[in-house]
Nanobody, 129 residues
């Protein structure tokens, strides 16, 4: 059974950083791209960042560009998302997701939720003033 398990959320002050981890169970990590999406109350689910199976290609939402870094270590498994200079509007439930490897990791593939086959349960990040 495939599982994606997020960790690292919590309550953080505006302006500081948070690191989120995504551990996978039951799949070959290097055969999947990973991404982070978030869902804030009253808003639709939003793409945050994605990274290809090799780690060579990344995509970011405009709302986090310059403040977020997505990374992965195929030897150690966890996918990571580091977000700096947190804003109140970053408050959301953050979901890790995994998409099957394809010939190319395009933006139209990596930034779209429907590409992702497996999803974690989500983890709350609350930014306080």
């Amino acid at each position: 059974q495939v599982q994606l398990i997020e960790s690292g959320g919590g309550v953080v002050q505006a302006g500081v950083s948070v690191g989120l981890s995504c551990a996978t169970v039951g799949l070959v990590f290097s055969d999947y791209a990973t991404a982070w999406f978030r869902h804030a109350p009253g808003k639709e689910r939003e793409f945050v960042a994605a990274i290809s199976w090799s780690g060579m290609t990344t995509y970011y939402a405009d709302s986090v560009l310059g403040r977020a870094t997505i990374s992965r270590d195929n030897a150690k498994n966890p996918g990571l998302l580091q977000m700096n200079s947190l804003k109140l509007e970053d408050t959301a439930v953050y979901f890790c997701a995994a998409a099957p490897r394809r010939q190319f990791f395009t933006s139209t593939y990596g930034m779209v939720a429907s590409s992702y086959q497996y999803w974690g349960q989500g983890i709350q990040v609350t930014v306080s003033s």
